[in-house]
C-alpha cells in the first residue's frame, strides 16, 4: 500500500524559511515522481513543485521558482521541499502525492498522481 507522509509545516513570519518532508513507503521508489501541491481557502489546488526520482528532472510553479528547492533522498525514500523568502499568499495546505508512472519535467507533472498525503499546514503571517 503507497503511503506518503508530510511534516514541517508550522508558523513563519513572512521572509522566513520552512522544509517539508514527504516520507513515502509501500512503493518501488524510484520509479515514482513526487509532486507537491497546495490548497489555499477558496482557492483550487495548484501544483508546487515535482521530483521523478529516477533521474531527479524537477519541475517548479512561476511561483515557487527561485524560492522553493524539491531534493530526495532515495535512501531515505524522502522528498523535501525547501521553502525560502515565504510569503503570505503561501499560505495553504500542502499535500506530496505520486501514482505509478508518474514524472515530471521543466514543463509540468505528467502522468496520474493518485496517492495522496494528509497534508501538512504552512501559515505565512504578514
Known amino acids: 500500500e503507497v503511503q506518503l507522509v508530510e511534516s514541517g509545516g508550522g508558523l513563519v513570519q513572512a521572509g522566513g524559511s520552512l522544509r517539508l518532508s514527504c516520507a513515502a513507503s509501500?512503493?518501488?521508489?524510484?520509479?515514482?515522481?513526487i509532486g507537491w501541491f497546495r490548497r489555499a481557502p477558496g482557492k483550487e489546488r495548484e501544483g508546487v513543485s515535482c521530483?521523478?526520482?529516477?533521474?531527479?528532472?524537477?519541475y517548479y510553479a512561476d511561483s515557487a521558482k527561485g524560492r522553493f528547492t524539491i531534493s530526495r533522498d532515495n535512501a531515505k525514500n524522502t522528498v523535501y521541499l525547501q521553502m525560502n523568502s515565504l510569503k503570505p499568499e503561501d499560505t495553504a495546505v500542502y499535500y506530496c502525492?505520486?501514482?505509478?508512472?508518474?514524472?515530471?519535467?521543466?514543463?509540468?507533472?505528467?502522468?496520474?498522481?493518485?496517492?495522496w498525503g494528509q497534508g501538512t499546514q504552512v501559515t505565512v503571517s504578514s
Open positions: 509501500g512503493f518501488t521508489f524510484d520509479d515514482y515522481a
Open positions: 521530483i521523478t526520482s529516477s533521474d531527479g528532472s524537477t
Open positions: 502525492a505520486t501514482g505509478f508512472g508518474t514524472y515530471c519535467i521543466g514543463s509540468g507533472y505528467y502522468g496520474n498522481f493518485n496517492s
